[in-house]
Antibody, heavy 118, light 113 residues
């Protein structure tokens, strides 16, 4: 079955770190651009980051640049989001999504909730 | 950044009646390659988003033909010919012509009257 499964969310204190994972099955991550997006509870969708299919390039939203790092492990067919210096405003459901050649987000994970609070 | 403005933000509709959502962009979404990268997503309560339409008017596999997308330049529309109960949720337009960042509209909440 073609799917994405996120994990790694949870409660973290302000200033803390967390690493999210997105395990892909039924397809090869390296064939697609892959994105992270987030959605604060009850709010809209926001794009965070993208990694190109060959892993050569990454891009970030200004709000997370310098704090978040997107990466992937092709052997494990898994996408990651390392989140450092977390702030209360980073509290959200985090989704990974697949981008099929300029036809973005044809496949989404189920989301994982990150809560930043003391 | 490209700003997408959706209207209305709340859309109460009677079952079986049509519905229409507008998405207006702060700049033309025509890419230098000639394509227009405007997409529509549906998010049902408690679920992840699901893409309905890509590149303005291309319906995704499995999407009922009561959904259609149209528009050009800066003005786009998602139409539902006859609303069904399973259509309840929030609808987002999204552009990937001018990035970064990829941007979404605020969302339109469709509910049954």
């Amino acid at each position: 079955e073609v799917q994405l499964v996120e994990s790694g969310g949870g409660l973290v204190q302000p200033g803390g770190s967390l690493r999210l994972s997105c395990a892909a099955s039924g397809f090869t991550l390296g064939d697609y651009w892959m994105h992270w997006l987030r959605q604060p509870p009850g709010e809209g969708l926001m794009w965070i980051s993208v990694i190109r299919h060959d892993g050569t390039g990454t891009t970030y939203a200004d709000s997370v640049k310098g704090r978040f790092t997107i990466s992937r492990d092709t052997a494990k067919n898994t996408l990651y989001l390392q989140m450092n210096s977390l702030r209360a405003e980073d509290t959200a459901f985090y989704y990974c999504a697949r981008d099929a050649s300029a036809k973005p987000y044809d496949l989404w994970g189920q989301g994982t909730l990150v809560t930043v609070s003391s | 950044d490209v700003v997408l403005t959706q209207s209305p933000l709340s859309l109460p509709v009677t079952l079986g009646q049509p519905a229409s959502i507008s998405c207006r962009s702060s700049q033309s979404l025509v890419h230098s390659d000639g394509n227009t990268y405007l997409n529509w997503f549906q998010q049902r309560p408690g679920q992840s988003p699901r893409r309905l339409i890509y590149k303005v008017s291309n319906r995704d596999s499995g999407v009922p033909d009561r959904f259609s997308g149209s528009g050009s330049g800066t003005d786009f529309t998602l139409k539902i010919t006859r609303v069904e109960a399973e259509d309840v949720g929030v609808y987002y337009c999204m552009q990937n012509t001018h990035w970064p960042p990829y941007t979404f509209g605020q969302g339109t909440k469709l509910e049954i009257k």
